[in-house]
């Protein structure tokens, strides 16, 4: 058994962290810190887990991180950076769900998230934990960056289209975005209340996101690092838990246009054990993936010169902390799937 | 025209307020006051008033509140009895919509509310404002207690139950009650974030709750001061922003079972231009209240000896600021319904 | 007053035009009809309307309608365009709340909507009912073809840039929109379930919506009949009841780069009572809008080469029965915003 | 393996039995029946299931039952009956999840679901398949009628306080109850669209609802066959997908007020996988149980002389689909749990 450590365990991605690794055949979580709740049972803060998960929260003192196998850090931005060294140094993998190691540009990093970064050789170490794009780096990998949960959706639905040259105008891509609440996490904020954010709609970060950055880079990545690939990105509030649905353009080049963007689609992701090219002309829904850690992705062309890609995915599961378990699989030579083939819940 | 001042204008009684006093023909509202937020205008916090809401908010010493004719208080429990004398000394009436002029007996207050009362004298003199059981006293008042929104409902259902002596058993009543989010007002805070409080459902307060107190104290008074009288009070949270729905139990003596329920409940609202009696059978919706200042009910006699009613209400409105603005229009000698005949919102 | 007669009162458009006009200072309701539900009082399916609206659903026979001023059809397609010449000759205006008047060319109404048009020289008079973009000809029109939900957030949202020629690429602009429920209709289907649509996001229509055509014909129109233009529609559900939400993308030439947008916007819509072009960085939300007439833009320029437009409206008053009372108040010279001045219901 | 069919595959029960039963370790489905959608493949119509379950909807005729080992009827009433002394003939197990052998009294069942009974002798065999309080007669049993949502929750909520007599009064219960509206199925009918179910809240089935004669057929049978129990149901509805609320009360007699109720519901259900008696002074929160088993119940005493139970579980698994695989497992002699284990999906 994998022995795991969750360092946040009290915020969205930290509960669905534990609804899956309590129920993953081949990981024990030896501890759960939160500096607030330390003393609390995990049971008592989520009763969902009444049964299931005895554990209570401890401080990071207590908590021994440095005998654990893997540390997920279900943390704000800032905290993964400040250990990374100390479980390195200890044998510790670590896998961080917040944004301390996905931008590789240290002053980006700094710009968007307002801190210098604290270990810009271990941030160069990091493998971005995209599986489906980045399959063999994680494997060996000892940090990860865990991906965001726009940029999962936006990268695995423009990868396809970007991977070969001259398809689109790159420079120019559109990622219209829409998510569930929880995406805004388990933070008391008068925004995200039922009362202001249900029967409701609108964008958000229209001043800039910080996923946008981190979109980018992964863009230019995926093709072939070309400079001048742009995506313009915008998120929305949908009035829901979960879920994340884009809703992508992209201006096809006439080498495009003569290209068969189902077969593409197809033959991209032929054998991925969670992306599912659905039928052409198909519109995927967030609930038919909700609490799973399936992307479900539909190619259109509603113009001649014009393609759109819709990928759904549930936001904290594929969002974030299905892809961390997902990771760790990779990096402990598991079956990639273990623990995560549950059925979406529906309705 | 009356000049309206509004003291803590920042939450969702304040913005109700807002909503209905804007579009009131017999009203101004001269100043709104919010320490926090002061000089900020209205309609940056909420756009639905923008072009409707020119005043930003001010400091209370700004506001000159001694010049209106009317305040109402739209705040926390405490800041309308600390204010109360010196605005009575100016001439000018207050509506009170927190807790602060509800319960007689001060102990009670001091018990349920965590402080001591600031002015018993003007506790006395205050008025309990539920027109449909108190309207005589309320176009005297100078002093409004604005009863709470499950407070509201709960009265209007029982009242024809109590006041003929000797129809139930009055020390066993139960009220099952559900509100709507809103009803938590607008504060930050994790239980009520739409994540947290959608798709969901759950009892609360089942330790006691503040309006349990308010309840008994005023199904005692419609009782002709029955001091046996008794009310289980069980608040649940919908799913919902808006809406309270009480489902109302008493246990029918012999005599109360030879009555006609439904005439009884018929005779008591005749006339009343916010209450709807609906036809026998029926089971109203919250949502055909949303947004007005009605109230239905529908009574039931599930058992023989059973008497159910339930009772919808829009708790911002009736339930609060509706009800405060009719105080208000019977305070000053206007058609009490002037300013509140808008339509349900449906769908 | 204004004597109304309803066709088809039942669907949500009905019983919005229902809520207004039952306010409205000017109009009374003479008649609404409904073949199934003749006989039954309108509050019995309505309970909103309880007290406020006292007539029964008539089969149109009955209706009288030839006495009325002004005859609103809230019926499916095809309806109006088979009683218009009759009412026509009887001196009676006419407003469609769907298609019939909306396509000028009747080979594509047929296309989408499956059945030939029953009076083209009627569609030819018709007057497409979009006050801010064609006042003066609602105000000599007999006939108004009320336009589509979406339409209306879509040519509210782009014509500022279209009416100058040369801002933008007008041939690829992108209307990603969203709708609440309720613009489906009051029809039972499985896809509009609570259980289906609640906590779920999806694109529908992918394989094209009807209202691609009545947008493109109009944007045209607005572009000076420029045929180049076209716009790529793309609606998508919003688990919400009301509300509307247009994200709008917009290629910008060097000329529309040198463009002031936010000026270019306050100036076409200065003095309009029903559009609120909000401060530059805002992201409207629908809730801001609910239950009212207003359009809310806010426009944006997330790329140095792209204008994005957002655009709120209610979808059954603004994008649909508001609009509507808004046409008729102009055809009967009456104050445009008479009976339309509610403010929105936040929360 | 044991060979599942499913009669009914197209409902909410159907397509919880699919998520649950194609992830169970011991249980293989070999057919899915729907006249209407024969040919269909099934995750065409559940996109959640694409890549899980790869069958296709068959019609009766070609499913083969009779060589299945058990068969689930997630079908409207009438039709469990119809088919029953087939199967049973060719020694497959029955499990309905419709009412077909729930009440043992068939001019009950002729009354509620309006139609004779098909095989009185088979239902007089049916077992209740209520786990928790009939264990060993499911062990043996060939036939299941499986209980109701409702009917489980108020069963599990009061069995407590009636198995010892004399505890309560046991002829003036009241369960009020209320439930998401996946309950109602997925049916397309008006009254559960999201435009009118969401953000609401009303009772319904006032004037008798089919889950009340089977609530006072067990609680009299769990009270020792003591007929003068009575028990008044009350449902209302959530604006949720799944869940269910129950609010129970029960009259104490002076030997109840002596009793320690936390006590006794601890030592009722210890032990019991799926019923979790949560600490005094707990409020249960439908989403604890989301998508699982689980039934989690608190217990309380608001007055001296009053008894309230809170309930909850998810009416779609423990309230239906998921207790029926929990008989299924007792019958095959399986691990009561297998294949049940899942932990609720919160938030």
Redesign the interface.
Known sequence: MIKVGIVGGTG?TG?ELL?IL??HPHARITAITSRKEAGLPVADM???????VDLAFTTPDEAKLHECDVVFFATPHGVAMAQARELLAAGVKIIDLAADFRLKDTAEFEKWYGMPHACPDILAEAVYGLPELNREAIRKARVIGNPGCYPTSVQLGFAPLLRTPGLVDAG?L?A?C?S???G?G?????H?????????????G??GHRHGPEINQQLRAIAGGDGSV?C?F?P?L??????I?S?L?A?LTPQGQQTDLQKLYEDAYRGEPFV?V?PA????????????N?V?I?V?R??A??A?V?V?EDN?TKGASGQAVQCMNLMFGLEETAGL???????
């Open positions: 969205y509960v609804r309590s129920q989520f009763p969902s887990l009444r049964g299931r120019h559109i219209n829409a569930g609440v929880s805004a388990r933070k008391a904020e008068v995200t209340l039922l009362a202001e954010a249900s029967d409701n709609f609108k964008a958000y229209v001043k742009h313009v915008v929305h949908i009035p829901a838990i979960r879920g649905h809703t353009y201006r599912d659905m002309g198909s519109a995927p829904e967030t609930r038919s993936v909700r609490a799973s399936v479900r539909a259109h509603p113009a010169d014009l759109m819709l759904v904290l083939n549950f059925v979406p819940v529906l309705p």
